[in-house]
């Protein structure tokens, strides 16, 4: 694939790697992902974003094909990560007459990205630059996902280029929204895997941008947004929102259950801890998709974790939701333990030992069940689900 004219005189200039199975190592991507770039062929020649170092040949050949890079004006460098700034080195070296416009803290990375000298100047949030016929405005966006980051507002043609806000790891040549194949659990897996540790920050950003007259997002991975471009900021928003009753605190009971003796206790424990003043929500771990629950975990004020004993050690699901923990702001959070075993019981200590390594608030002894539980477990379960919600209220 060559490039695409995405609006009159703006060329999607990007690469594809359909065969990317594993970004930054860790993110799985089904059908491997795009790196976005964009021409914007005004008076004053002005690049968008930028690719992965080793696609950097055939992007300046992309870019070639369009532009003598002599001409280039300005390259806007929304975000560093190097999947985006990869290229940059050997698009100067050509485009010596461009300057870079970039947040200052954008400027101060990419000085350690780059290691060259090259012509740069920070622009303030809201600042607005012509490009003769054209113009750009800026607006600052901390934390998606980076500190760097910030969208750039093409006025005369409406069209958003947020970098990877609203992108989503998913290769398809047919580029725009409404050709491609359903990509909708990929965006929403990007938006929880990358996003979802900065939800207030994904808040903020939205209401700076919500007055703007916006028919097309031009995103730095996957595909071009335009059938419905709120339908995409909407959906981070709600994303973003947190889940609970301002005039309750929120406990979440997360269980796993092999024979339904842990589900009991988690259902005592729940019915226990939903008072006048907490609200209570109860999840099957294993029932539900971890990455999904960041947005719940980070509107709780406290969480409790359910796990029968197996093989001297807590049941997966309820390690999977363990292991997200650590990409959301759970700082403070009150938790406490429960379970049933048959003979040893180490599951509810594992928990308690992770839950302390990552530093949330250990507030009650964990409660441990014998084999079934019987009548008077139960009654125990409920005053220590009771008892965990009173400790959520006094620390208000
Ligand atoms: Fe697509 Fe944060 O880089």
């Known amino acids: 694939m060559q490039t695409l004219e995405i609006k009159k005189d703006i060329h999607w200039v990007g690469v594809l790697n359909a065969t990317l199975r594993a970004f930054d190592v860790v993110f799985k991507t089904r059908y491997g992902s795009t790196y976005n770039s964009y021409l914007i062929q005004s008076d004053k020649p002005t690049i ?34 190097m999947d985006h700034s990869g290229s940059l080195g050997c698009l100067l070296k050509e485009a010596s007459n461009a300057q870079v416009l970039s947040t200052k803290t954008a400027a101060l990375f990419l000085k350690n990205i780059l290691h060259i000298d090259f012509k740069g100047k920070v622009v303030e949030d809201g600042e607005c630059i012509s490009l003769g016929n054209k113009q750009l405005k800026f607006i600052h966006a901390p934390y998606w996902h980076w500190p760097d980051t910030m969208f750039t507002y093409l006025e005369e043609d409406q069209t958003l280029f947020p970098c990877d806000g609203f992108a989503t790891h998913f290769c398809d040549e047919r580029m725009f929204d ?93 019915r226990g801890a939903s008072t006048m003043n907490t609200e209570v929500k109860l999840f099957d771990a294993a029932n539900v998709s971890p990455e999904f629950m960041r947005c719940e975990i980070e509107s709780a004020d406290g969480i409790l974790f359910g796990s029968p004993t197996m093989n001297g050690d807590a049941v997966r699901p309820i390690w999977d939701i363990i292991d997200i923990m650590f990409s959301v702001n759970i700082k403070g959070k009150k938790c406490a333990t429960f379970g049933t075993y048959g003979w040893s019981g180490e599951a509810t200590r594992l928990m308690e030992d992770r839950l302390r390594g990552l530093k949330l608030n250990i507030v009650q002894p964990p409660l441990k069940v014998l084999f079934t539980p019987t009548e008077e477990d139960l009654k125990k379960c409920s005053i220590f689900g009771y008892d965990f919600a009173k400790s959520l209220v006094s620390s208000s």
């Open 48 to 81: 968008i974003d930028g690719v992965h170092a080793k696609f950097a040949s055939e992007y300046l050949d992309k870019l070639r094909s369009l532009i003598n890079l002599k001409d280039i004006h300005y390259i806007v460098v929304n975000h560093t990560e």
């Open 178 to 270: 409404d050709r491609v194949d359903d990509f909708s659990e990929d965006f929403r897996h990007y938006f929880e895997h990358i996003m979802g540790p900065y939800r207030k920050k994904m808040l903020e950003a939205i209401e700076k941008i919500k007055n703007l007259n916006i028919q097309l997002i031009a995103p730095s991975h996957g595909p071009i947004l335009r059938t419905d471009p709120w339908k995409y900021i909407n959906a981070y928003k709600d994303w973003s929102t947190p889940r609970k009753d301002p005039n309750k605190r929120l406990a979440l009971v997360f269980y796993v259950s092999m024979y339904g003796n842990t589900k009991k206790m988690a259902e005592a424990v729940a």
